[in-house]
């Protein structure tokens, strides 16, 4: 008769090594002949001296600490074991009060004697699989803040200038004030700041003040009680809650109404802020970051900006230098947008010296975002070439003033809208969607360009700088 044979699947567990401190030989015993049962690799120390020998050697994945041991208490010691590895705390003296104290301290579980072994396997796995994500979500975070760190390119001095003020003033937890220009990369220049900062784990929240409409933007930033407002249904956190420990990056504040710019002040003032409809405070354990491409001295002067909280913005500030400030960095940023760009495609061309000194002699109105946007145009424009020339880069009919004369024709007997409609898309194409610019042509503020773009349904401007 042949015999049945049964498969069966073993644990992944023979990687995982567990060390158990724990000065009770028998209890000791019975959790390492146990955990060895099901498969982890175990190794036993009877004191803290013993113990910390061997995290010195290898560290385990899982340590399981008797909370008094006969030299040292493990509350004690779990803020130096904490960052290392896992850490179950053993106590025959079990209490609420003990258990807070101990994940405080950074145990991953806690558990009272007598041990129920079942229940112990259980926690096991349950600490050395949090630990897994736990130590995952610190590897992205980590990858992804190494690769951000590439994304502000330069050589010039202006560019090596703006890295000392980042560096400077990031690891304090001071409001920044980002100026410059459209397009200039002032949220690049934020998110460093966040990402160099002790808060680069949290989030890094944007509240852009241009595109947010006005009766909605105190609630979206503050938050809302239910009730607050028609058709406030439940309640709602804002932004800032949501940066909570973070960075909140308040891009285009000079946009902001004076309603909404009280109750920022009072936030940077005393960390407090209400939500839409209630009377009761929230404190926010948040650094803000704010931007403007506007002269806020001049918003001021002009009694459109609060002059408290101008002064208040204004503690600690960085100028972004435009592109044409610092031309010597273009074949860096070309060089960096021909290997990382917005195609979804690394690229292996290569840019001739013509095209590269048509670039470098240009005056970009959109600043880097522009240059970003001529060089991802000329990947597709030239094709299957391996070189990018002149001809690929669409700035032959430009020169300094763009176009000397506009012209617009129709096919028909044109409305004031027609000329309206086709008027601003001829700006927005030609100034590469660089706001203050067009608006400066129309002579109308930016709130009402962003409205006649809205309303006749218009491309809006990338606002993703590099």
């Known amino acids: 008769m042949r015999p049945i044979e049964i498969e069966t699947t073993p644990r992944r567990t023979a990687s995982k ?41 290898e560290v385990p994945n899982l340590l399981i600490m008797d909370n008094r041991l006969p030299d040292a208490d493990g509350i004690e010691v779990l803020p130096e074991l904490s960052n290392q590895t896992a850490v179950i705390i053993l106590t025959a003296y079990g209490s609420v009060q003990n258990a807070v104290q101990a994940i405080k301290a950074g145990a991953s579980e806690y558990l009272t004697k007598p041990i129920n072994l079942d229940e112990l396997e259980l926690v096991v796995a349950r600490a050395l699989e949090t630990n897994a994500l736990r130590q995952e979500h610190l590897f992205w975070k980590s990858r992804a803040r190494d690769s951000n760190r590439h994304t502000l390119v330069g050589n010039s001095s202006r560019f090596k200038r703006l890295i000392e003020l980042i560096e400077l003033v990031a690891p304090s937890d001071m409001t920044v004030l980002v100026q410059g220009e459209s397009g200039v990369g002032k949220e690049l ?53 949501g940066a909570e420990g973070g960075t909140l990056f308040l891009d285009e504040i000079g946009e902001i109404e004076p309603s909404a710019q009280a109750k920022l002040l009072r936030l940077l003032d005393t960390g407090q802020f209400r939500r839409v409809g209630s009377n009761r405070n929230l404190r926010a354990d948040v650094r803000v970051v704010a931007a403007t491409n506007r002269d806020l001295e001049q918003e001021v002067q002009e009694k459109r900006f609060r002059e408290d909280l101008y002064y208040r913005l204004t503690g600690f500030v960085v100028n972004v230098p435009a592109l044409r400030e610092r031309s010597e960095d273009i074949p860096a940023l070309v060089q960096h947008f021909l290997k990382f760009n917005s195609l979804s495609r690394r690229s292996d061309k290569a840019i001739s010296p013509a095209a590269l000194d048509q670039l470098i002699r240009y005056e970009w109105y959109g600043n880097v975002r522009e240059l970003r946007n001529v060089i991802e145009r000329a990947i597709v424009v030239s094709g299957d070439q391996k070189t990018i020339e002149p001809q690929h880069l669409g700035l032959h009919s430009r020169n300094g003033n763009y176009l000397e004369t506009t012209s617009l024709l129709f096919d028909h007997e044109p409305t004031l809208e027609d000329i309206q409609v086709e008027y601003l898309n ?25 409205r006649l773009i809205n309303r006749y349904g218009l491309s809006k401007p990338h606002e993703q700088a590099q």
């Open 17 to 57: 090594s567990i060390l158990v401190v724990e000065d009770d030989i028998t209890l000791s015993t019975l959790i390492v002949d146990h955990l060895q049962r099901v498969g982890y690799s175990v190794k036993s120390a009877g004191s803290w001296q013993e113990g910390r020998s061997l995290v010195a050697q």
């Open 189 to 241: 220049v934020a998110r460093a700041i966040h990402q160099t900062s002790s808060r680069t784990d949290q989030n890094f929240i944007v509240v852009d003040c241009c595109t947010l409409q006005e009766a909605l933007f105190e609630s979206e930033l503050f938050g809302h009680e239910k009730g607050a407002f028609t058709g406030a249904a439940q309640l709602k956190k804002g932004l800032i809650e």
């Open 426 to 450: 001829r700006l927005l194409s030609k100034y590469q969607g660089h706001r203050a610019t067009i608006a400066r042509v129309l002579g109308v503020s930016e709130r009402n360009l962003y």
